[in-house]
């Protein structure tokens, strides 16, 4: 994919967009969110997305650069075993997803990432991510790597303490990141965004 250049009056169209789209910007240092009228919270200068290949549910190699081909991919991280807000947020994705029109959710890819590794294989987080929207793309991977992928996202990964079941706590952070066509990270959302809101700042993301 192409690289976006530098210079404001040269962005790629969708980081053009977002940019365009959000009003009453305050100016902030690098990786530093602005105040717009979309949901999401518009980064000035982007997120840098690193595209170091992690694994996909049918086993094949998967980097959030070469293979998220779309105008705009949804990007979140977290595992199958997450009691609570991973379960919120992807039923958000997948009922924003549902409020989009065909030609919208045609452009649009959602990424499921898990932080927990050891228990989510292939097969895991494929069945993970085909419960929610058979659309939706389920990866894992080696945890360095993950952790590496995440980290210039805004994302922090760790693994926490021992539960008493026997089980362990994964911290991480629960932002849903977009990645734009040319390989830039422009917007995030907070794990509380409302289905509705993210449906329409994908339908504006998308339309300018």
């Given at each position: 994919?192409?690289?976006?250049?530098?210079?404001?009056?040269?962005?790629?169209?969708?980081?053009?967009?977002?940019?365009?789209?959000?009003?009453?910007?305050?100016?902030?240092?690098?990786?530093?969110?602005?105040?717009?009228?979309?949901?999401?919270?518009?980064?000035?200068?982007?997120?840098?997305?690193?595209?170091?290949?992690?694994?996909?549910?049918?086993?094949?190699?998967?980097?959030?650069?070469?293979?998220?081909?779309?105008?705009?991919?949804?990007?979140?991280?977290?595992?199958?075993?997450?009691?609570?807000?991973?379960?919120?947020?992807?039923?958000?994705?997948?009922?924003?997803?549902?409020?989009?029109?065909?030609?919208?959710?045609?452009?649009?890819?959602?990424?499921?990432?898990?932080?927990?590794?050891?228990?989510?294989?292939?097969?895991?987080?494929?069945?993970?991510?085909d419960q929610y929207?058979?659309?939706?793309?389920g990866v894992t991977?080696?945890?360095?790597?993950?952790?590496?992928?995440?980290?210039?996202l805004g994302i922090?990964?760790?693994?926490?303490?021992?539960?008493?079941?026997?089980?362990?706590?994964?911290?991480?952070?629960?932002?849903?990141?977009?990645?734009?066509?040319?390989?830039?990270?422009?917007?995030?959302?907070?794990?509380?965004?409302?289905?509705?809101?993210?449906?329409?700042?994908?339908?504006?993301?998308?339309?300018?």
């Amino acid at each position: 994919m192409r690289r976006a250049s530098g210079v404001r009056d040269r962005l790629p169209p969708l980081a053009a967009a977002v940019l365009a789209a959000a009003v009453l910007l305050t100016s902030c240092s690098s990786g530093t969110e602005e105040t717009g009228e979309l949901a999401g919270n518009v980064l000035d200068p982007p997120f840098t997305v690193d595209g170091t290949p992690l694994v996909a549910d049918d086993g094949s190699p998967y980097s959030l650069t070469e293979d998220t081909d779309k105008p705009l991919t949804l990007v979140f991280f977290g595992y199958t075993n997450c009691p609570d807000i991973c379960q919120q947020v992807m039923s958000t994705l997948a009922l924003a997803k549902n409020r989009l029109a065909e030609a919208d959710a045609e452009r649009l890819d959602v990424v499921f990432v898990t932080t927990d590794p050891a228990r989510d294989d292939e097969e895991a987080v494929g069945h993970y991510a085909d419960q929610y929207d058979e659309s939706f793309i389920g990866v894992t991977g080696e945890l360095d790597t993950i952790v590496d992928v995440a980290e210039p996202l805004g994302i922090a990964v760790e693994k926490g303490k021992k539960l008493p079941s026997g089980g362990y706590e994964v911290t991480h952070g629960t932002q849903v990141v977009g990645i734009d066509g040319s390989d830039q990270a422009p917007i995030y959302w907070n794990a509380d965004v409302s289905q509705a809101e993210l449906a329409a700042d994908i339908h504006t993301l998308l339309d300018d």
